[in-house]
Protein backbone atom coordinates (compact mmCIF):
# COMPACT_ATOMS: atom_id res chain seq x y z
CA UNK A 1 0.00 0.00 0.00
CA UNK A 2 1.46 3.47 -1.09
CA UNK A 3 2.12 5.84 1.55
CA UNK A 4 0.54 9.06 1.02
CA UNK A 5 3.31 11.76 0.22
CA UNK A 6 3.42 14.28 3.66
CA UNK A 7 2.01 17.59 3.45
CA UNK A 8 3.86 20.80 3.90
CA UNK A 9 1.79 23.64 5.54
CA UNK A 10 2.89 27.12 4.36
CA UNK A 11 2.59 30.21 6.54
CA UNK A 12 3.50 33.93 5.59
CA UNK A 13 3.43 36.86 7.10
CA UNK A 14 2.02 40.16 5.99
CA UNK A 15 5.83 40.66 4.69
CA UNK A 16 5.84 38.05 2.42
CA UNK A 17 8.18 36.12 5.02
CA UNK A 18 7.77 32.39 5.02
CA UNK A 19 7.54 30.73 8.21
CA UNK A 20 9.11 27.38 7.80
CA UNK A 21 8.08 25.24 11.24
CA UNK A 22 10.63 22.13 10.09
CA UNK A 23 13.54 24.69 9.57
CA UNK A 24 12.51 26.34 13.20
CA UNK A 25 12.98 29.67 11.37
CA UNK A 26 12.15 31.87 9.40
CA UNK A 27 13.34 33.70 6.04
CA UNK A 28 12.33 35.79 2.84
CA UNK A 29 10.25 34.10 0.72
CA UNK A 30 12.60 34.71 -2.37
CA UNK A 31 15.43 32.76 -0.56
CA UNK A 32 13.48 30.14 1.13
CA UNK A 33 11.27 29.27 -2.17
CA UNK A 34 14.61 28.36 -3.94
CA UNK A 35 16.12 26.85 -1.13
CA UNK A 36 13.95 24.93 0.86
CA UNK A 37 11.07 23.57 -2.12
CA UNK A 38 13.04 24.44 -5.64
CA UNK A 39 10.40 26.92 -6.74
CA UNK A 40 11.52 29.81 -8.56
CA UNK A 41 10.09 33.42 -7.94
CA UNK A 42 7.90 33.00 -10.85
CA UNK A 43 6.68 29.35 -9.90
CA UNK A 44 5.91 30.37 -6.09
CA UNK A 45 4.41 33.70 -7.07
CA UNK A 46 1.93 31.80 -9.45
CA UNK A 47 1.32 29.37 -7.28
CA UNK A 48 1.17 30.16 -3.95
CA UNK A 49 0.62 34.45 -3.56
CA UNK A 50 -0.06 36.19 -6.74
CA UNK A 51 -3.42 34.74 -8.08
CA UNK A 52 -5.08 35.49 -4.70
CA UNK A 53 -3.94 38.94 -4.48
CA UNK A 54 -4.01 40.18 -8.25
CA UNK A 55 -7.60 39.25 -7.25
CA UNK A 56 -7.80 41.43 -4.24
CA UNK A 57 -5.77 44.20 -5.69
CA UNK A 58 -7.63 44.27 -9.45
CA UNK A 59 -11.56 43.94 -7.22
CA UNK A 60 -10.29 47.59 -5.95
CA UNK A 61 -7.80 48.64 -9.30
CA UNK A 62 -11.14 50.71 -10.71
CA UNK A 63 -11.89 52.13 -7.27
CA UNK A 64 -7.89 53.28 -7.15
CA UNK A 65 -8.13 54.80 -10.42
CA UNK A 66 -11.48 57.08 -9.57
CA UNK A 67 -9.88 58.25 -6.43
CA UNK A 68 -6.41 58.69 -7.95
CA UNK A 69 -8.13 60.65 -11.02
CA UNK A 70 -10.30 62.94 -8.85
CA UNK A 71 -7.33 63.48 -6.34
CA UNK A 72 -5.20 64.79 -9.26
CA UNK A 73 -7.96 67.36 -10.14
CA UNK A 74 -7.72 68.37 -6.41
CA UNK A 75 -3.97 69.12 -6.46
CA UNK A 76 -4.87 72.77 -6.52
CA UNK A 77 -7.06 72.99 -3.84
CA UNK A 78 -4.41 70.74 -1.41
CA UNK A 79 -1.59 73.40 -2.54
CA UNK A 80 -3.73 76.17 -0.92
CA UNK A 81 -4.62 74.13 2.32
CA UNK A 82 -1.31 73.17 2.81
CA UNK A 83 1.28 75.72 1.40
CA UNK A 84 4.95 74.92 0.68
CA UNK A 85 7.64 75.50 3.00
CA UNK A 86 5.63 76.54 5.78
CA UNK A 87 5.44 75.02 9.35
CA UNK A 88 5.86 71.39 10.24
CA UNK A 89 5.49 68.33 7.60
CA UNK A 90 2.02 67.12 7.85
CA UNK A 91 0.22 64.21 6.68
CA UNK A 92 -0.43 64.80 2.77
CA UNK A 93 -4.05 65.36 2.49
CA UNK A 94 -4.23 62.76 -0.62
CA UNK A 95 -2.97 60.24 1.33
CA UNK A 96 -5.47 61.43 4.62
CA UNK A 97 -8.35 61.58 1.63
CA UNK A 98 -7.55 58.04 0.59
CA UNK A 99 -7.45 56.73 4.32
CA UNK A 100 -11.06 58.36 5.30
CA UNK A 101 -11.99 56.72 2.25
CA UNK A 102 -10.58 53.20 3.31
CA UNK A 103 -12.51 53.99 6.70
CA UNK A 104 -16.17 54.60 5.10
CA UNK A 105 -14.99 51.80 2.24
CA UNK A 106 -14.22 49.08 5.48
CA UNK A 107 -16.64 50.58 8.29
CA UNK A 108 -13.71 51.71 10.43
CA UNK A 109 -14.91 53.36 13.28
CA UNK A 110 -11.78 55.23 15.09
CA UNK A 111 -8.63 56.55 13.71
CA UNK A 112 -6.49 54.33 16.23
CA UNK A 113 -8.08 51.31 14.44
CA UNK A 114 -7.62 52.59 11.21
CA UNK A 115 -3.88 53.30 12.28
CA UNK A 116 -3.53 49.34 13.76
CA UNK A 117 -4.82 48.39 10.44
CA UNK A 118 -2.26 50.11 8.24
CA UNK A 119 0.84 48.04 10.50
CA UNK A 120 -0.58 44.52 9.12
CA UNK A 121 -2.70 45.25 5.94
CA UNK A 122 -0.90 45.66 2.72
CA UNK A 123 -3.88 46.32 0.66
CA UNK A 124 -4.50 49.44 2.90
CA UNK A 125 -1.07 50.45 2.66
CA UNK A 126 -1.08 50.18 -1.09
CA UNK A 127 -4.22 52.16 -1.80
CA UNK A 128 -2.76 54.89 0.75
CA UNK A 129 0.84 54.89 -0.76
CA UNK A 130 2.92 53.70 2.37
CA UNK A 131 5.76 51.26 1.74
CA UNK A 132 6.21 48.47 3.61
CA UNK A 133 8.78 49.75 5.52
CA UNK A 134 7.32 53.14 5.87
CA UNK A 135 5.29 53.71 9.61
CA UNK A 136 1.60 54.65 9.94
CA UNK A 137 0.58 57.90 11.23
CA UNK A 138 -0.43 58.64 14.93
CA UNK A 139 -3.57 58.39 15.62
CA UNK A 140 -4.22 61.60 17.17
CA UNK A 141 -2.08 63.20 14.28
CA UNK A 142 -4.48 62.03 11.96
CA UNK A 143 -6.88 63.25 13.73
CA UNK A 144 -6.14 66.60 13.81
CA UNK A 145 -4.71 66.92 10.23
CA UNK A 146 -8.27 64.96 9.33
CA UNK A 147 -10.16 68.17 11.27
CA UNK A 148 -7.87 70.44 9.41
CA UNK A 149 -9.45 68.92 6.13
CA UNK A 150 -12.89 68.63 6.57
CA UNK A 151 -13.32 72.30 7.83
CA UNK A 152 -12.78 73.25 4.21
CA UNK A 153 -15.14 71.97 1.09
CA UNK A 154 -12.72 69.42 0.12
CA UNK A 155 -15.38 66.92 0.57
CA UNK A 156 -18.18 68.42 -1.81
CA UNK A 157 -15.34 69.30 -4.16
CA UNK A 158 -14.41 65.25 -4.05
CA UNK A 159 -17.80 64.35 -4.97
CA UNK A 160 -17.98 66.63 -7.98
CA UNK A 161 -15.13 65.82 -9.55
CA UNK A 162 -15.78 62.32 -9.23
CA UNK A 163 -18.79 62.50 -11.18
CA UNK A 164 -17.69 64.96 -13.39
CA UNK A 165 -15.12 62.19 -15.17
CA UNK A 166 -16.10 61.55 -18.16
CA UNK A 167 -15.84 57.94 -18.11
CA UNK A 168 -18.13 58.23 -15.03
CA UNK A 169 -20.93 61.14 -16.69
CA UNK A 170 -21.58 58.67 -18.96
CA UNK A 171 -23.39 56.84 -16.51
CA UNK A 172 -25.67 59.69 -15.46
CA UNK A 173 -29.17 60.80 -15.78
CA UNK A 174 -29.35 64.73 -16.55
CA UNK A 175 -33.03 64.64 -16.81
CA UNK A 176 -34.57 62.16 -14.05
CA UNK A 177 -33.73 62.89 -10.58
CA UNK A 178 -34.95 61.64 -6.66
CA UNK A 179 -34.46 62.83 -3.50
CA UNK A 180 -34.84 61.74 0.64
CA UNK A 181 -33.22 62.31 3.77
CA UNK A 182 -32.60 60.59 6.91
CA UNK A 183 -32.13 60.96 10.59
CA UNK A 184 -28.34 60.76 11.58
CA UNK A 185 -27.60 60.51 15.06
CA UNK A 186 -25.33 63.14 16.45
CA UNK A 187 -22.15 62.34 19.19
CA UNK A 188 -23.81 63.92 22.25
CA UNK A 189 -25.84 62.38 25.17
CA UNK A 190 -28.97 63.14 25.51
CA UNK A 191 -28.36 64.20 29.40
CA UNK A 192 -26.57 66.69 27.62
CA UNK A 193 -29.89 68.87 26.50
CA UNK A 194 -30.11 71.65 28.69
CA UNK A 195 -31.38 75.05 29.10
CA UNK A 196 -30.13 77.73 26.94
CA UNK A 197 -29.88 80.29 29.50
CA UNK A 198 -27.97 77.59 32.28
CA UNK A 199 -30.96 77.42 34.67
CA UNK A 200 -31.03 73.55 34.90
CA UNK A 201 -31.68 71.05 37.64
CA UNK A 202 -28.33 69.20 38.97
CA UNK A 203 -28.49 65.65 38.42
CA UNK A 204 -29.97 62.80 40.33
CA UNK A 205 -26.50 61.76 41.57
CA UNK A 206 -23.01 62.38 41.78
CA UNK A 207 -20.48 63.53 39.32
CA UNK A 208 -20.40 65.41 36.24
CA UNK A 209 -22.10 63.33 34.05
CA UNK A 210 -24.83 62.12 36.30
CA UNK A 211 -27.87 60.22 35.39
CA UNK A 212 -31.10 62.70 35.07
CA UNK A 213 -34.98 62.31 35.27
CA UNK A 214 -36.75 63.89 32.05
CA UNK A 215 -39.95 63.26 33.26
CA UNK A 216 -42.31 65.65 33.37
CA UNK A 217 -40.09 68.36 31.94
CA UNK A 218 -40.81 70.10 28.69
CA UNK A 219 -38.10 70.31 26.68
CA UNK A 220 -37.65 72.00 23.00
CA UNK A 221 -34.92 73.10 20.71
CA UNK A 222 -36.10 76.99 21.63
CA UNK A 223 -35.74 76.50 25.27
CA UNK A 224 -32.66 73.74 25.43
CA UNK A 225 -29.46 72.89 23.81
CA UNK A 226 -26.74 70.44 23.63
CA UNK A 227 -23.52 71.17 25.46
CA UNK A 228 -21.77 69.01 23.65
CA UNK A 229 -22.87 69.87 20.23
CA UNK A 230 -24.74 72.34 20.13
CA UNK A 231 -25.78 72.22 16.18
CA UNK A 232 -27.62 68.91 16.95
CA UNK A 233 -31.07 68.92 17.54
CA UNK A 234 -33.66 67.01 19.32
CA UNK A 235 -35.88 65.55 16.87
CA UNK A 236 -38.63 62.45 16.01
CA UNK A 237 -39.30 60.72 13.50
CA UNK A 238 -43.06 60.34 14.07
CA UNK A 239 -45.85 59.69 16.54
CA UNK A 240 -44.60 57.13 19.09
CA UNK A 241 -40.99 57.34 18.32
CA UNK A 242 -38.45 58.79 20.43
CA UNK A 243 -37.33 61.92 20.38
CA UNK A 244 -32.98 62.06 19.68
CA UNK A 245 -30.44 64.44 19.54
CA UNK A 246 -29.10 64.39 15.19
CA UNK A 247 -28.80 65.81 12.34
CA UNK A 248 -30.97 65.34 8.57
CA UNK A 249 -28.57 64.23 5.85
CA UNK A 250 -29.94 64.95 2.75
CA UNK A 251 -29.31 62.98 -0.78
CA UNK A 252 -29.60 63.56 -4.26
CA UNK A 253 -29.65 61.03 -6.66
CA UNK A 254 -30.04 60.34 -10.31
CA UNK A 255 -32.12 57.49 -11.49
CA UNK A 256 -30.73 56.17 -14.27
CA UNK A 257 -27.75 53.55 -12.43
CA UNK A 258 -28.50 55.24 -8.80
CA UNK A 259 -25.44 57.64 -8.05
CA UNK A 260 -25.34 60.13 -5.52
CA UNK A 261 -25.01 63.72 -7.19
CA UNK A 262 -25.39 65.52 -4.37
CA UNK A 263 -25.39 65.59 -0.71
CA UNK A 264 -25.70 67.62 2.64
CA UNK A 265 -26.21 67.76 6.62
CA UNK A 266 -29.03 70.29 8.13
CA UNK A 267 -30.21 70.43 11.94
CA UNK A 268 -33.60 68.60 12.30
CA UNK A 269 -36.84 69.95 11.36
CA UNK A 270 -40.03 69.45 9.69
CA UNK A 271 -39.43 71.58 6.78
CA UNK A 272 -35.34 70.98 6.47
CA UNK A 273 -36.41 68.10 4.26
CA UNK A 274 -37.84 70.06 1.49
CA UNK A 275 -35.57 73.23 2.06
CA UNK A 276 -32.45 70.93 0.82
CA UNK A 277 -33.73 69.45 -1.61
CA UNK A 278 -34.54 73.05 -3.39
CA UNK A 279 -30.74 73.93 -2.39
CA UNK A 280 -29.78 70.52 -3.83
CA UNK A 281 -31.96 71.48 -6.81
CA UNK A 282 -30.26 74.73 -6.98
CA UNK A 283 -26.72 73.45 -6.34
CA UNK A 284 -26.64 71.03 -9.71
CA UNK A 285 -28.29 73.96 -12.08
CA UNK A 286 -28.66 73.67 -15.52
CA UNK A 287 -31.45 74.77 -17.34
CA UNK A 288 -33.34 71.77 -18.83
CA UNK A 289 -36.33 70.23 -17.22
CA UNK A 290 -36.03 67.47 -14.91
CA UNK A 291 -38.27 65.46 -12.89
CA UNK A 292 -37.80 64.92 -9.11
CA UNK A 293 -39.20 61.77 -6.96
CA UNK A 294 -39.88 62.02 -3.64
CA UNK A 295 -41.79 60.29 -1.15
CA UNK A 296 -44.79 61.97 0.37
CA UNK A 297 -43.28 64.00 3.06
CA UNK A 298 -42.53 66.31 -0.07
CA UNK A 299 -46.36 66.60 -0.71
CA UNK A 300 -46.79 70.04 -0.16
CA UNK A 301 -48.16 72.88 -2.15
CA UNK A 302 -45.62 75.17 -1.78
CA UNK A 303 -42.50 73.03 -2.46
CA UNK A 304 -44.12 72.07 -5.62
CA UNK A 305 -44.78 75.43 -6.58
CA UNK A 306 -41.12 75.80 -6.03
CA UNK A 307 -40.32 73.11 -8.04
CA UNK A 308 -42.61 73.87 -10.95
CA UNK A 309 -40.82 77.42 -10.94
CA UNK A 310 -37.81 75.99 -10.82
CA UNK A 311 -38.68 73.90 -14.23
CA UNK A 312 -38.89 70.72 -12.61
CA UNK A 313 -41.83 68.20 -12.85
CA UNK A 314 -42.80 66.73 -9.64
CA UNK A 315 -42.97 62.92 -9.40
CA UNK A 316 -43.78 63.03 -5.61
CA UNK A 317 -45.98 60.37 -3.71
CA UNK A 318 -48.98 61.23 -2.68
CA UNK A 319 -49.88 61.86 0.57
CA UNK A 320 -53.14 59.89 1.05
CA UNK A 321 -53.20 60.05 4.80
CA UNK A 322 -56.96 60.47 6.27
CA UNK A 323 -57.23 63.38 8.70
CA UNK A 324 -59.92 65.17 10.69
CA UNK A 325 -61.06 68.43 8.93
CA UNK A 326 -62.60 71.48 11.01
CA UNK A 327 -66.19 69.74 11.24
CA UNK A 328 -64.19 66.38 12.41
CA UNK A 329 -65.21 64.57 9.30
CA UNK A 330 -62.31 62.15 8.47
CA UNK A 331 -61.03 62.77 4.71
CA UNK A 332 -58.32 61.78 2.48
CA UNK A 333 -55.69 64.60 2.31
CA UNK A 334 -56.29 66.72 -0.26
CA UNK A 335 -52.83 65.99 -2.45
CA UNK A 336 -50.73 69.39 -4.20
CA UNK A 337 -49.57 66.86 -7.37
CA UNK A 338 -52.22 67.17 -10.31
CA UNK A 339 -53.99 64.49 -12.38
CA UNK A 340 -51.66 65.34 -15.26
CA UNK A 341 -48.49 64.40 -13.58
CA UNK A 342 -49.69 61.45 -11.86
CA UNK A 343 -51.24 59.72 -15.34
CA UNK A 344 -47.80 60.43 -16.80
CA UNK A 345 -46.48 56.69 -17.52
CA UNK A 346 -43.34 58.59 -16.49
CA UNK A 347 -44.59 59.31 -13.09
CA UNK A 348 -44.62 55.45 -11.76
CA UNK A 349 -41.04 54.75 -13.12
CA UNK A 350 -40.13 58.03 -10.75
CA UNK A 351 -41.87 56.19 -7.73
CA UNK A 352 -40.25 52.60 -8.37
CA UNK A 353 -37.06 54.57 -8.89
CA UNK A 354 -36.71 56.74 -6.10
CA UNK A 355 -36.96 54.01 -3.50
CA UNK A 356 -33.45 52.85 -4.44
CA UNK A 357 -32.19 56.08 -2.27
CA UNK A 358 -32.66 53.76 0.28
CA UNK A 359 -29.65 52.13 -0.92
CA UNK A 360 -27.29 54.72 -0.60
CA UNK A 361 -28.45 55.54 3.00
CA UNK A 362 -27.94 51.69 3.91
CA UNK A 363 -24.55 51.77 2.94
CA UNK A 364 -23.40 55.09 4.32
CA UNK A 365 -25.08 53.78 7.77
CA UNK A 366 -24.49 50.04 7.79
CA UNK A 367 -21.21 49.77 5.57
CA UNK A 368 -19.61 53.42 6.25
CA UNK A 369 -20.74 53.41 9.90
CA UNK A 370 -22.72 56.52 9.68
CA UNK A 371 -25.83 55.81 11.78
CA UNK A 372 -24.17 57.96 14.61
CA UNK A 373 -21.39 60.02 13.18
CA UNK A 374 -18.39 60.36 15.40
CA UNK A 375 -18.21 64.68 14.91
CA UNK A 376 -19.42 67.43 16.64
CA UNK A 377 -20.45 70.14 14.86
CA UNK A 378 -22.78 70.79 11.20
CA UNK A 379 -20.21 71.73 8.81
CA UNK A 380 -18.10 68.30 9.99
CA UNK A 381 -21.02 66.22 9.81
CA UNK A 382 -21.63 67.58 6.38
CA UNK A 383 -18.35 67.10 5.24
CA UNK A 384 -18.15 63.12 6.39
CA UNK A 385 -21.64 62.66 4.67
CA UNK A 386 -20.48 64.14 1.42
CA UNK A 387 -17.36 61.75 1.76
CA UNK A 388 -19.19 58.66 2.89
CA UNK A 389 -21.56 59.50 -1.10
CA UNK A 390 -18.56 59.56 -2.85
CA UNK A 391 -17.27 56.03 -1.09
CA UNK A 392 -20.35 54.89 -2.56
CA UNK A 393 -20.20 56.11 -5.27
CA UNK A 394 -16.63 54.68 -5.71
CA UNK A 395 -17.96 51.37 -4.75
CA UNK A 396 -20.37 51.11 -7.28
CA UNK A 397 -18.74 52.45 -10.04
CA UNK A 398 -16.14 49.71 -11.32
CA UNK A 399 -19.44 47.22 -11.57
CA UNK A 400 -21.30 49.95 -13.94
CA UNK A 401 -18.23 50.58 -15.69
CA UNK A 402 -17.80 47.15 -16.43
CA UNK A 403 -21.60 46.76 -17.96
CA UNK A 404 -21.28 49.83 -19.74
Same mark, same amino acid.
Given at each position: ????? +??? %??????? $??????????????????????????????????????????????????????????????????????????? /????????????????? @???????????????????? &????? *????????????????????????????? @???? +?? &???????????? *???? /? *????? /???????????????????????????????????????? +???????????? =??????????????????????? %???????????????????????????? $??????????? /???????????????? $????????? @???????????????? =???? %??????????? %????????????? &?????? *??????????????????? +???????
Amino acid at each position: MCQPE +PVR %ILALDVD $GVLLDPDRGGAGHWTVEMERSFGLTRPQFRDAFFMRSWDDVVNGRRSVEDGVGAALADLSADFDALYPPKVGRPS /IPPERLLRAMLLQAFYG @IRSERQLMERMEFDLLFRWF &VGLGV *DDAPWDHSSFSTNRDRLLEGDIAAKLLAT @ILAQ +PK &VKRLLSSDHFSV *DGTL /I *DAWAS /IKSFRKKDGDDQDGDGPGRNAERNFHGEARSNDTHQSTTD +PDAKLYKKGRGQ =PARLCYLGHALMENRNGLAVGGL %ITTASGYAEREAALALLDQRGGGRRITL $GADKAYDVRQF /IGDLRARGVTPHIAID $GNVRANAEG @IARPRSTAVDARTTRH =PGYA %ISQRSRKRIEE %IFGWIKVSAGLAR &VKLRGR *DRVDAAFRLALSAYNLIRL +PKLLGAA
